[in-house]
């Protein structure tokens, strides 16, 4: 049985590239303008199982993500590239997974696949990312979250892009040296993630704001493997031109940074000096 779906907003060309994408994939999917949605709502629960919203619709698209929410409905938001408020907005509402255009349908069948149980915790969501410049454009704009930004920022690229390029593309740390050092690496990575097999490969970065924390959970597809090495600075690896960013993130913002999952998962802790009005 097809999985029911709402794509809410006021672009038809989006809702028509959405709907392009995802009825081949075994969605039935309606589209339904901002207006329309708040009062179907009002009416009753709307006989679908998953909401996507267009957070740049006008109408007042981020006002129905706490109804949608008591409704039960997961909701994946969509947002424009520098909208730290639509982050804000849909963290506290709980929504459950949160892309960041331009979209690549991949992206949009990944986080919809998602289970809608047990994900959606309190003002926490999930962001799936899969390639160099997800990294540079997700780290900036959740950081954003958190009183030191930029440190922040730069600490979150470290972990993300270790998801990436160790994680799911399973480049070890011999490997990498190897590109680095004969300046192919860059080349080398998207040559990578170009290939059909890495398409629909994501990592998660998931996002919970607490009224004194910010929370920031990293996971990938890979095999693993022992962080223990590379949580401290070493002298021996000094002469290397990598193996620190582990470190780095720890120095910098995340000083309880815990792996879990076998290495496959790390967890990091931005505190905050004053509670803030957040769901907790």
Not at 162 to 183: S, V
Not at 234 to 242: C, D, F, G, L
Not at 269 to 276: E, K, N, S
């Amino acid at each position: 049985m097809a999985c029911r779906i709402w794509l809410v907003g006021d672009d038809p060309r989006l809702a028509e590239q959405l709907e392009a994408w995802l009825a081949p994939a075994g969605y039935e999917c309606e589209r339904v303008r901002t207006a329309e949605a708040g009062v179907r709502l009002v009416a009753g629960r709307p006989d679908v199982e998953r909401v996507v919203v267009d957070a740049s619709s006008q109408g007042g698209a981020l006002d129905l993500l706490t109804p949608f929410r008591e409704a039960g409905l997961p909701v994946l938001l969509l947002l424009e590239a520098e909208d730290l408020l639509a982050v804000e907005t849909g963290l506290h509402a709980a929504v459950s997974g949160f892309l960041v255009k331009p979209l690549e349908p991949q992206a949009v069948l990944a986080t919809l696949a998602l289970p809608s149980k047990g994900i959606s915790v309190p003002a926490g969501g999930y962001f799936p990312f899969r390639t160099l410049e997800d990294v540079t454009g997700l780290s900036q704009l959740v950081a954003g979250l958190c009183p030191d930004a930029e440190v922040v920022q730069i600490a979150l690229s470290e972990l993300m892009l270790n998801a990436i390029e160790h994680g799911n593309l399973g480049l070890g740390f011999a490997r990498k040296g190897e590109l680095m050092n004969g300046g192919v690496w860059r080349n080398e990575v998207e040559r990578l993630l170009d290939l059909p097999e890495q398409l629909d490969r994501f990592a998660y970065l998931r996002v919970e704001c607490r009224p004194r924390e910010v929370r920031f959970l990293i996971h990938d597809q890979g095999e693993g493997f022992d962080p223990a090495p590379y949580l401290h600075l070493n002298p021996a690896r000094s002469v290397e031109p990598h193996g620190r960013g582990i470190a780095i993130a720890r120095l910098l913002a995340f000083p309880d940074l815990v792996f879990l999952d076998g290495g496959r998962c790390v967890e990091g802790i931005v505190r905050r000096l004053a509670a803030v009005g957040m769901a907790v």
